[in-house]
Nanobody
Framework: VQLQASGGGAVQAGGSLRLSCAAS????????MGWFRQAPGKEREFVAA???????NYADSVKGRSTISRDISKNTVFLQMNDLKPDDTAVYYC??????????????????WGQGTLVTVSS
């Protein structure tokens, strides 16, 4: 099972990025897919999640600025981030969990993790 995250980069404040996470080796059609991030010196934190039915959940810090979506046919999940702020600077990780993972924002509730993609937002 592999999750391959991509799409990170360096942008100025106010800019946008679209992260992608491609899953292989397993069908994640019934899984909860999530995005987490970890800034230097900080713990990994929840960003957004999408259930297999398409329900979504966002951290307050990104709500209204980010959209999580998934293409089940391509086993891929996306995170569109707009109006980026310097505080959004972090390594972003995609994760896959069970349907029950959707109700949790705790990283340990997810079973599979991608390698991370770096997002750097300058002021």
């Amino acid at each position: 099972v592999q999750l391959q995250a991509s799409g990170g980069g360096a942008v100025q404040a106010g800019g946008s990025l679209r992260l992608s996470c491609a899953a292989s080796g397993h069908t994640f059609s019934s899984a909860t897919m999530g995005w987490f991030r970890q800034a230097p010196g900080k713990e990994r934190e929840f960003v957004a999640a999408i259930s297999w039915t398409g329900n979504t959940n966002y951290a307050d810090s990104v709500k209204g600025r980010s959209t999580i979506s998934r293409d089940i046919s391509k086993n891929t999940v996306f995170l569109q981030m707009n109006d980026l702020k310097p505080d959004d600077t972090a390594v972003y990780y995609c994760a896959a969990g069970t349907p029950g993972s959707f109700s949790s924002t705790i990283p340990s509730k997810y079973d599979y993790w991608g390698q991370g993609t770096l997002v750097t937002v300058s002021s």
